[in-house]
């Protein structure tokens, strides 16, 4: 756990570098390979904000954002999303109460009270369900009746949707889609990743436990220290470039992103410059984090889906 000294420490840039590093090791424990899907899930935290993981089933997903919660001592919540789930299932309900002899009505707080959220399948509830969640990701707050409950800091929704099945499910609207910093694609393991996997459960022995290296007050220090990384104006200019290149390029790209893209590149290339313990951001790291940051706000023209592109090789097209 990080004490106050660890607190002041860990504005030295190497001190950092050592501490996400540790964190890696502490979550390899638990959960093999997907470094790039974990650095991601890492910078969404940093900037405080909710990331959309896609991927085929059973590749680990709920497994990783638990043991990311439990490093950074941080309550965890899983709502499975069903077509039958209410908004009220999610963010509570008042119940009828007795006390000295009267009744009352005292309110039942909902999975959505918990630091890190993780919405399985969120395109399968209902468009009245995921706005329920609407509020909470983006005020860090729920209302309920007529009264509105501060949900405690530090907060995170992490979705996750099944890009095959989509018999039954209702697709995420862009308002709501845009809420999203990050979308993250997570890929099958590679073949010694998964020769691994395939040892580790096989075998009989204790379930690897974790240590738990940060605190809240940490998470929202380096939340702090994350916007205060940093950046040329050249390379600000150049991460507007991308999005503006979005709205201007009508042979791929039918609408392009909005100003929160613009701002979602610069903060999240602040994280992965603070992650890899450097300080101040490089053009890279803004290119790296175009791809997460856009490919689930733009979208393609007829012309781009007839080639058969993808959202990411039209951004891969743009950076060039």
Request: charged fraction near 30%; include cysteine; charge should be neutral.
């Amino acid at each position: 756990m990080a004490s106050a000294k660890d607190l002041e420490n860990v504005k030295n840039i190497e001190k950092l570098k050592e501490t996400f590093s540790n964190i890696m090791k502490e979550i390899e424990k638990v959960v093999v390979g997907q470094e790039e899907v974990i650095e991601q899930v890492m910078i969404a935290i940093l900037c405080d904000s909710n990331a959309l993981l896609e991927s085929y089933p059973g590749l680990g997903k709920t497994t990783m954002v638990k043991t990311i919660s439990e490093i950074m001592d941080l309550q965890f919540s899983r709502v499975q999303n069903t077509p039958d789930l209410m908004p009220s299932d999610i963010l509570g309900t008042y119940l009828i109460d007795e006390e000295g002899g009267k009744k009352v009505f005292r309110f039942q707080k909902g999975p959505v009270f918990a630091n890190v959220v993780l919405a399985d399948e969120i395109n399968r509830a209902t468009p009245k369900t995921q706005s329920a969640l609407l509020e909470a990701m983006q005020e860090k707050q729920v209302t309920v009746g007529n009264q509105t409950f501060a949900l405690d800091k530090p907060f995170f929704v992490l979705a996750t949707q099944n890009p095959i099945d989509m018999e039954g499910t209702y697709p995420l609207p862009e308002a709501q889609v845009d809420r999203f910093l990050l979308k993250i694609l997570v890929h099958y393991p590679n073949f010694e990743d998964e020769f691994e996997i395939m040892n580790r459960f096989t075998k009989s022995g204790v379930k690897s436990e974790v240590k738990t290296l940060l605190s809240k007050d940490s998470v929202l220090l380096l939340q702090n220290l994350t916007r205060q990384v940093p950046i040329a104006d050249d390379i600000k200019k150049k991460a507007l470039k991308i999005v503006h290149k979005t709205r201007t390029n009508k042979d791929l790209i039918e609408y392009g992103a909005s100003p929160r893209a613009s701002i979602g590149i610069i903060l999240a290339a602040k994280a992965k410059a603070l992650i890899n313990g450097r300080k101040f951001v490089s053009e890279k790291d803004v290119e790296d984090m175009a791809f997460p940051v856009l490919r689930h706000r733009i979208i393609l023209s007829f012309k781009a889906e007839r080639e058969g592109k993808t959202p990411d090789d039209v951004i891969r097209e743009l950076l060039k």
